[in-house]
């Protein structure tokens, strides 16, 4: 019963890391800002962020995935 909900967040927490990763990695080779520009965050700082948060959830939901 337990599973198919963790199979779920898995899958959510896998493709959105992935994307997030994707995007990021796209953005900076564009040279272009992952964030509008703030005075509180530097644009490399923004994309240190993106790119943890983006690892972080895909073996997030990678392990979830694998732990069925």
């Given at each position: 019963m337990e599973s198919?909900?963790a199979a779920?967040?898995?899958?959510?927490?896998?493709?959105?890391?992935?994307?997030?990763?994707?995007w990021?990695?796209i953005?900076?080779?564009?040279?272009?800002?992952?964030?509008?520009p703030?005075?509180?965050?530097?644009?490399?700082?923004?994309?240190?962020?993106a790119?943890?948060?983006g690892?972080?959830?895909?073996?997030?939901?990678g392990w979830?995935l694998?732990?069925?």
């Amino acid at each position: 019963m337990e599973s198919a909900p963790a199979a779920f967040v898995g899958l959510v927490c896998a493709l959105f890391g992935a994307a997030l990763l994707l995007w990021t990695v796209i953005r900076t080779g564009q040279r272009r800002p992952v964030v509008a520009p703030t005075e509180h965050v530097s644009p490399s700082g923004a994309a240190l962020i993106a790119a943890v948060s983006g690892l972080v959830l895909t073996g997030t939901g990678g392990w979830l995935l694998l732990g069925l």
